[in-house]
């Protein structure tokens, strides 16, 4: 089973960056997933939430209004655009699925609708002028 994210980049405070997660070896569609980021010298934390049919969302505060999370589920395929960035959103940005696969080192994350598990390599964002 594999996530893999992409997308992220240099980016000048105020820009915008689409990141994706394709998952493979497990049928997306079945779970909710999250995207959660990890700030240098700083915890994993949460940063939005779908679930498995993409019709609601949730967001942290520090992120509501500017960021939107999707999902194609023909695709495998999750997505988290971000608008308006911030110096404070420089960080490796993760997926996460509600689902822990066996045999796989996994990074818990804590969210408001339980506990989900990342995997994969992320995706770094950087945010500065």
């Known amino acids: 089973v594999q996530l893999v994210e992409s997308g992220g980049g240099l980016v000048q405070p105020g820009g915008s960056l689409r990141l994706s997660c394709v998952a493979s070896?497990?049928?997306?569609?079945?779970?909710?997933m999250s995207w959660a980021r990890q700030a240098p010298g700083k915890g994993l934390e949460w940063v939005s939430v779908?679930?498995?049919?993409?019709?609601?969302?949730t967001y942290a505060d520090f992120v509501k209004g500017r960021f939107t999370i999707s999902r194609d589920n023909a695709r495998n395929t999750l997505y988290l655009q971000m608008n308006t960035l911030k110096p404070e959103d420089t960080a490796m940005y993760y997926c996460a699925a509600r689902f822990l696969p066996s045999a796989v080192a996994t990074k818990a994350v804590p969210t408001p609708d339980g506990k989900f598990y990342s995997w994969g390599q992320g995706t770094q964002v950087t945010v500065s002028s």
């Open positions: 779908i679930d498995s049919i993409g019709s609601s969302a």
């Open positions: 070896g497990f049928a997306l569609s079945s779970y909710s």
